[in-house]
């Protein structure tokens, strides 16, 4: 006998929220004939449409129970779930166990052929066959391990009050199942980690700034964590980790044109980028990346989309276009393309702030044309779109507003403190580094980023002379 192939009569592909916060129930078309019935019970690209995450799957398993009435759960491993059933029906029920306000939450649902559920991470999952021969299926984003440690609850909690529509007592549970604590005595499930890598530079120190002390967020610096090292894939329990911010590269863009600095810029950027790729890929981690507008060559007559092509001018340039490329191969990824970066330490507002406060007359580059971005702002975009669940991609990130030079910058931060912006003499880059000791990288002349797809997720940027203002007014101490 076939099983009706859409018991809930629904033929369009649909995504329904549940009041457990990315619990989804899924409509699936299901296209049946004198023959049986066919479905695509996880299709990628049409799933993340509805909104469903892009949860990388890399395991399916099936549960056969032969009885009506088979019980099984309440059980919350450490990964995602997408839940359906081949043959058969089940009722289903799901609590909330992660720590927060919908902790405790009930979630119940039938669930024939023509239906799946997105279950994420720390959601127990369970569930009651109504049919005999119920052939129960689940994709997971993280292989099973026998000493995976996962949260459970019991089945016939009072408090929870699960309408079963088979009692309890004449179902088959397993010893276990029946053993289980209740929900008053189950600890809250606490977020995957978070690690910040390169946490004393200053995104890093950004980062701190925004996402806090949370006792799953880690901050590690390179002597604690060296991208470059050997044993990188073992250095931490990768498994119980959901994401990681790497915040660390090589910076220094005239060094990188030196032997020396070459291999370093080589080692940091695209050796230890891979590594860590690697890492994120066989683990299904977020990474988020930080890149930079070096990977142009700035001769582009508009600004930069995050589609266009690299066309890097310098070592630096190369090997943040080189680790951007390694980045993007991993699913679930966040390249973050910056321009004119400020944050704590040395900037070039703190030295036109110096310079202005001790009467000097600077000369500064006025032939490259781009937009501030200050690590605040870069921090604030990267929690924005990991809280949001923005779709993985590229996104540029500075400030908004009408593009400037240097030169025009230097100009302004004078006049915030109450020096003449006449003191400040523009020139061009050529005739800034001549009288340069050592090789010097070529710089993009046009740094401009377009904004609108990061617009496009909720994040506005903020307005360049505004920012601007209050951070010099922040160093003077006003």
């Known amino acids: 006998m076939v099983s009706e192939p859409n018991r809930m009569g629904v033929m369009d592909l649909a995504a329904h929220k549940t009041p457990i916060p990315g619990l989804f129930v899924v409509d699936l078309p299901v296209h049946g004939d004198n023959r049986g019935w066919f479905k695509e019970n996880w299709q990628r690209q049409k799933m993340t449409a509805l909104g469903i995450p892009d949860f990388?799957?890399?395991?399916?398993?099936?549960?056969?129970n032969n009885e009506i009435g088979t019980t099984?759960?309440?059980h919350a491993e450490p990964w995602d779930k997408w839940?359906?059933?081949?043959?058969?029906?089940?009722?289903?029920?799901?609590?909330?166990?992660?720590?927060?306000?919908?902790?405790?939450?009930?979630?119940?649902?039938?669930?024939g052929v023509g239906t799946a559920v997105f279950v994420p991470r720390g959601v127990g999952n369970s569930y009651q066959t109504l049919e005999p021969s119920t052939a129960y299926t689940y994709l997971v984003n993280r292989h099973w391990s026998q000493s995976a440690?996962?949260?459970?609850v019991n089945l016939a909690d009072e408090s929870l009050n699960i309408e079963w529509p088979i009692p309890l007592s004449s179902s088959e549970i397993s010893v276990k199942d029946r053993d289980h604590p209740g929900i008053n005595d189950v600890p809250p499930i606490q977020p995957m980690k978070t690690l910040v890598v390169g946490a004393n530079g200053q995104l890093g120190r950004a980062l701190r700034e925004v996402f806090g002390n949370a006792p799953h967020i880690e901050y590690t610096t390179r002597e604690q964590l060296d991208l470059t090292d050997r044993d990188l894939a073992t250095a931490r329990p990768w498994d119980e980790y959901d994401t990681i911010i790497n915040a660390a590269a090589f910076t220094a863009v005239d060094r990188a044109e030196t032997v020396t600095g070459r291999r370093e810029a080589w080692a940091a950027n695209v050796a230890g980028v891979a590594e860590l790729t690697r890492i994120a890929t066989l683990h299904s981690i977020a990474l988020v990346h930080v890149s930079s507008d070096y990977v142009f060559d700035g001769d582009l007559g508009r600004a930069?989309?995050?589609?266009?092509?690299?066309?890097?001018?310098?070592?630096?340039?190369?090997t943040k276009a080189a680790g951007d490329a390694i980045v993007a191969s991993t699913q679930r990824h966040y390249i973050i393309r910056t321009s004119w970066v400020i944050g704590e330490g040395a900037n070039f507002v703190r030295?036109?702030?110096?310079?202005?406060?001790?009467?000097?007359?600077?000369?500064?580059?006025?032939?490259?044309?781009?937009?501030?971005?200050?690590?605040?702002d870069i921090a604030a975009a990267i929690h924005h779109l990991l809280s949001s669940g923005s779709p993985s991609g590229t996104y540029n990130v500075s400030c908004d507003g009408p593009a400037?030079?240097?030169?025009?910058?230097a100009a302004t931060v004078f006049r915030l403190n109450g020096s003449d912006p006449a003191d400040v003499t523009g020139v061009s880059t050529q005739t800034y580094f001549a009288a340069a000791q050592g090789p010097v990288a070529s710089r993009p002349r046009n740094s401009m980023l377009d904004l609108e797809k990061?617009?496009?997720?909720?994040?506005?940027?903020?307005?360049?002379?505004?920012?601007?203002?209050?951070?010099v007014l922040v160093l003077r101490g006003d």
Do not use: C
């Open 149 to 152: 440690r996962y949260s459970y």
């Open 72 to 74: 099984r759960g309440i």
């Open 304 to 318: 930069y989309r995050e589609d266009d092509p690299f066309s890097p001018l310098s070592v630096y340039g190369q």
């Open 404 to 409: 400037t030079t240097w030169a025009e910058l």
């Open 351 to 376: 030295t036109m702030t110096r310079l202005a406060e001790t009467g000097a007359h600077p000369r500064v580059v006025d032939d490259q044309l781009g937009r501030l971005t200050f690590a605040i």
């Open 56 to 64: 990388g799957p890399v395991q399916n398993n099936i549960s056969f």
């Open 454 to 471: 990061i617009r496009s997720t909720g994040f506005k940027p903020r307005q360049m002379d505004q920012a601007l203002e209050q951070y």
């Open 83 to 111: 839940v359906s059933v081949a043959t058969g029906r089940i009722f289903g029920a799901w609590v909330d166990l992660r720590e927060g306000p919908t902790f405790g939450t009930l979630f119940t649902a039938e669930v």
